[in-house]
């Protein structure tokens, strides 16, 4: 039976048991939220042993050169030391505004003590000073060492009920990060982009959207955004504005309920996109938000035509428990 060590300490993993579970088990704080290797907030560093490439799957290549792995998919064949990550991978940051985009979706605004090399869509564990730990992608970097977060407020929610109603400016936040493949690459500046999301799905596709222009992308930007009713969506008169300033970017409100309103769309996002835009060969699509839709969505565009490459998504999976 393998064993995890953990500086002094040596405990047996029991059966299919995670580095995760057997730590937490065994009474070790380890900081952790999804439990099924998309949010990045539970990685750590081997010292010794092996690390099954699924539990590196997505990390860069410099954090795999260094023994960094997810600790809640980490089912390891043979011993292993693992240990918490160095500072080059824990920023301490400071939280410098809090702001309302809509009564539901917090702008937060964070200054990291080191800036680090994060492409806007990445998405970054946030740490409460108590551990709790929550994923959040970057919509902006307005500075080098500032990140943009949106912060959609969840009832009972701990992380963005916090940020919603207790944190203040100034307090003090470890980040984490980043992960994801939700970025803008140069290179190919005149295929047509579609990004789509829903609620605080659009704070990726805000930062990819937002980076594509400066990068000089050229070929037609379509932006869907879904939420439930009106009060769900954010940022409109911002991307309206884009539009009217960048003739290849189009922008469409879409809402899943309600009475038909000029410019927004009434249904399911996934209808009105592939409603819109049967065949997406050589498309590239950023998907974000609700995991079920974006899910359904990568499907469906893989269908339509989109290669499996082009098509970048971050689901926002629900923390564990
Ligand atoms: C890769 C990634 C990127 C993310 N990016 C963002 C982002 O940019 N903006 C953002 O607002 N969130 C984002 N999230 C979600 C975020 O990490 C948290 O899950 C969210 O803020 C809720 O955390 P909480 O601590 O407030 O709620 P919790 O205390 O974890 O949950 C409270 C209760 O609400 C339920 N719950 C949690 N989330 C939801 C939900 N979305 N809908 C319905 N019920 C829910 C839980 O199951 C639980 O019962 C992202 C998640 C991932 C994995």
Not at 125 to 135: C, H, M, T, V, W
Not at 167 to 174: H, K, M, S
Not at 273 to 302: N, T
Request: hydrophobic share 40%.
């Amino acid at each position: 039976m393998p064993v995890v060590r953990w500086g002094e300490q040596t405990f047996p993993l029991h059966g299919n048991e995670t580095v995760l579970d057997a730590l937490l088990r065994n009474g070790v704080s380890v900081s952790y939220a999804c439990k099924s290797g998309s949010c990045g907030s539970c990685m750590l560093q081997a010292r010794e042993g092996t690390v099954p490439a699924r539990a590196q799957a997505g990390l860069k290549d410099s954090w795999k050169a260094q023994g960094y792995f997810l600790a809640c998919v980490c089912v390891p064949e043979a011993d292993l030391a693992a240990a918490p990550l160095g500072a080059e991978a824990r920023i301490r940051a400071t939280i410098i505004s809090l702001g309302n985009l809509s009564p539901s979706v917090k702008q937060v605004l964070v200054r990291r003590d080191v800036a680090s090399d994060i492409r806007p869509g990445q998405y970054i564990a946030i740490i409460r000073p108590d551990g709790l730990a929550r994923s959040y992608s970057v919509a902006g970097l307005p500075e080098e060492d500032v990140l943009e977060f949106h912060v959609r407020l969840i009832p009972n929610g701990r992380m963005s009920g916090w940020l919603h109603n207790d944190a203040c400016v100034g307090d003090r936040v470890t980040t984490l990060g980043p992960s994801g493949e939700c970025f803008y690459v140069p290179g190919n500046e005149d295929q047509p982009l579609l990004l789509a999301g829903t609620g605080t799905g659009l704070a990726p596709l805000w930062g990819v959207l937002r980076d594509a222009l400066r990068c000089g992308h050229r070929g037609p930007i379509h932006v869907f955004h879904g939420a439930v009713h009106q009060g769900g969506l954010y940022l409109c008169d911002e991307l309206r504005s884009l539009t009217q300033t960048h003739e290849h970017v189009t922008y469409t409100p879409v809402l899943l309920t309600g009475d038909p309103i000029p410019g927004t769309e009434i249904g399911a996002i996934d209808k009105v996109i592939l409603g819109r835009f049967p065949k997406l060969a050589g498309w590239r699509a950023y998907l974000a938000g609700d995991p079920d839709i974006v899910r359904s969505l990568k499907m469906q565009l893989f269908l339509a035509g989109a290669g499996s490459r082009d098509i970048l998504a971050d689901a926002f999976l629900h923390s564990a428990d």
